[in-house]
């Protein structure tokens, strides 16, 4: 398998045609699963806002409160705003914000980013991020799109790449039921393919100002293996959040 950034990419503005873009750069193959960077579909579909475009309601002023209290920073309500307006549900209000996005990603403030943002205050993520993954491969007829975004890990240290969308593949490799070598049958073991590929394609994406948000990963072969469509893991399964639901913070 091989990995290589698109080069060339300008900086993206409302309206870009991304697939234009990949398409002009690279000849893609048969197979090739094109990765690419949330932020510039964000910028490509116009999510760029400023913080006036959230006036802070009485639960915003309310958590945004909390968190200065907490941390020592002042923190904007309109910032906690932005973040309830892009959630369906508010995980843990201290003490960060850590949110279930509209498509079902769990996130610290719903994925907003505040960096690489030269006109404005705030980058959300795409509204749905697999319809943008499949606008984005109808127009450069590729076989797989991903789109990533980088997030923290709970129980580990820093950051990876995962994928919040896709387009062309199911999310995951199923290997309930096959044997493993001393031939026992494996029973829970769903592999999260999508995820691997953009943690793979964010060593190349970076994380600063290295302006490679599309990497092409080539050769990489599913294998002889069942499909799974589970990603973003159900609430009635997810014993850690609900396990939150019932946890409070004590400084």
């Known amino acids: 398998m091989k990995l290589f950034p698109v080069p060339d990419v300008p900086e993206i503005r409302e309206g870009d045609d991304l697939a234009a873009i990949v398409s002009e ?28 475009d959230f006036p802070a309601g009485p ?6 409160g909390r968190l200065s209290e907490l941390t020592g920073d002042e923190k904007d309500p309109r910032f906690a705003q932005a973040v309830l307006e892009e959630s369906v549900e508010l995980v843990m209000e201290e003490p960060f914000l850590l949110t279930e996005t509209r498509f079902g990603h769990v996130g610290v403030n719903a994925g907003i980013d505040r960096s690489n943002v030269a006109d404005h205050d705030l980058l959300l993520l795409p509204k749905r991020p697999s319809e943008s993954a499949e606008r984005i491969r109808a127009g450069i007829d590729a076989d797989r799109v991903v789109v990533t975004d980088t997030c923290g890990r709970p129980f580990r240290h820093g950051q990876r790449g995962v994928a919040i969308g896709w387009a062309g593949m199911a999310p995951a490799r199923d290997w309930r039921g096959e044997p493993d070598r001393d031939g026992r049958e494996l029973g829970v073991t769903v592999e999260s393919v999508v995820d691997e590929l953009a943690a793979a394609a964010n060593l190349l994406q970076g994380e600063g100002a290295d302006g490679t948000p599309i990497v092409v990963v080539r ?16 609430v009635e399964g997810d014993f850690v959040r609900q396990a939150l639901r019932n946890w409070r913070y004590d400084p």
Not at 27 to 51: I, Q, W, Y
Request: glycine residues 8%; charged residues 35%; hydrophobic residues 40%.
């Open 59 to 64: 639960r915003a002023r309310e958590l945004a």
């Open 219 to 234: 050769d990489f072969e599913w294998g002889d293996h069942g499909e799974s469509d589970a990603h973003f893991r159900d």
């Open 25 to 52: 750069r690279v000849e893609l193959r048969p197979g090739d699963v094109v990765c690419v960077a949330s932020t510039v579909v964000s910028k490509a579909e116009g999510r760029l806002f400023d913080l006036s």
